[in-house]
């Protein structure tokens, strides 16, 4: 079956660093373009970056512009997702979606498919 699943996550220091990752497996991976969502206590879920099922087209929210980096490796079926210069504001959990039409990177009622999320905490 179609499976999700995000690691990674953990605690960190403000201005620290981490790195997700996202195993695909039950489905054509490298079909699919990914995003990278979060959802902080109390607030809605809000996409942070998406690639192209390629790699070549990424696109940023503009609160982790210059410090997010999403990539793929479509041979292992991984997404990952380098954050660095973490703030508390980034606190939140962290899930990865699948979806197949570029334009809908920013609309998640679209998206087909869901891990389950790992969870991020910034704190001193």
């Known amino acids: 079956q179609v499976q999700l699943v995000e690691s990674g996550g953990g605690l960190v220091q403000p201005g620290g660093s981490l790195r997700l990752s996202c195993a695909a497996s039950g489905f054509i991976f ?3 373009h990914m995003t990278w969502v979060r959802q902080r206590p109390g607030k809605e879920r809000e ?3 998406a690639i192209e099922n390629f790699g070549i087209g990424r696109h940023y ?3 982790v512009k210059g410090r997010f980096t999403v990539s793929r490796d479509n041979d292992k079926n991984t997404l990952y997702l380098q954050m ?3 703030n508390p504001e980034d606190a939140a959990v962290y899930y990865c979606g699948a979806f197949t039409k570029w334009n809908d990177r920013w609309n998640l009622k679209k998206y087909d498919y869901w891990g389950l999320g790992t969870q991020v905490t910034v704190s001193s």
């Open 30 to 32: 490298r079909a699919y």
């Open 61 to 63: 929210a503009d609160s």
């Open 84 to 86: 660095n210069n973490l």
């Open 47 to 49: 996409p942070v970056a």
